[in-house]
């Protein structure tokens, strides 16, 4: 019996190395990440910035609620297949994450900043998810659009690394595209404040971010 387990046990091992081994190596993959960061058109009052933290109806309603964004779309990005779903991506086959769309203000909120409320409403140094979900659909990644959004994310990822003594997990992004999720992921904390994800993740992640920066909430949130 304690052989026949050991023996189960190796085959779990080599599959599971297997499979980050084909996901390191997947040359699809390793293309979106050298890629030329694609820009997206702004103007004086409206910007936009994508990232990703574990689950996005939680990302979504954290951002949403910081002075300066105009609103927040859940989405997928940073992978290698076109017209991602709900379903494809949570295979973790496509390389994409659960993203979020951010659409603020640069008068009123700059990038620095939506990048230290992505830091400060996460746990940086959890590999492959957030909180209690767990695959690289739920990776960090923090896109970048240009060469100074780029070193604005690197330095502050070298500053957090120093004062923790941690590595970041979080994974750095040319953005290429996002995809806009399907439309019952739209609000979802919003439409269903009693769903059990909701009240049991989402709003305990929420508070904590509240607490951290009082100063970036909006008034009615």
């Known amino acids: ?18 499979c980050k081994h084909e996901a390191q190596t997947n040359p699809k993959q390793e293309a979106v990440k050298n890629a030329a960061p694609v820009q997206v058109k702004s103007s004086k009052h409206e910007a936009r910035a994508y990232f990703a933290s574990g689950c996005f109806w939680c990302v979504e309603s954290i951002y949403e609620s910081v002075i300066g964004v105009k609103e927040v779309i859940s989405g997928y990005s940073g ?20 993203s979020v769309e951010v659409i603020y203000d640069p008068t009123k909120i700059d990038f620095e900043t939506l ?3 992505y830091f400060g409403s996460q746990d940086p140094t959890q590999v492959n998810g957030q909180g209690p979900d767990h695959g690289s659909q739920y990776r960090s990644i923090i896109f970048y ?21 941690k590595t970041v997990d979080a994974e750095v992004y040319p953005f290429q595209k996002f995809w806009k999720a399907e439309a019952y992921h739209q609000d979802y904390k919003k439409h269903h404040p009693n769903n059990g994800y909701i009240v049991n993740v989402s709003i305990p992640r929420f508070n904590a971010f509240k607490a951290k ?4 909430i909006k008034k009615n949130h």
Request: hydrophobic share 40%; charged share 20%; aromatic share 6%.
């Open 1 to 18: 019996m304690r052989s026949i387990k050991l023996s189960i046990l190796t085959l779990i091992a080599v599959f599971a190395f297997s």
């Open 79 to 98: 992978g290698h297949t076109k017209n991602p779903t709900y379903e494809a991506s949570n295979t973790g086959k496509t390389g994409h994450a659960e």
């Open 145 to 165: 659009q240009n060469e100074s959004q780029k070193q604005i994310i690197l330095k502050k990822k070298a500053a957090i690394e120093q004062a923790l003594n």
């Open 213 to 216: 920066f009082p100063d970036l």
């Open 115 to 117: 990048v230290d409320v």
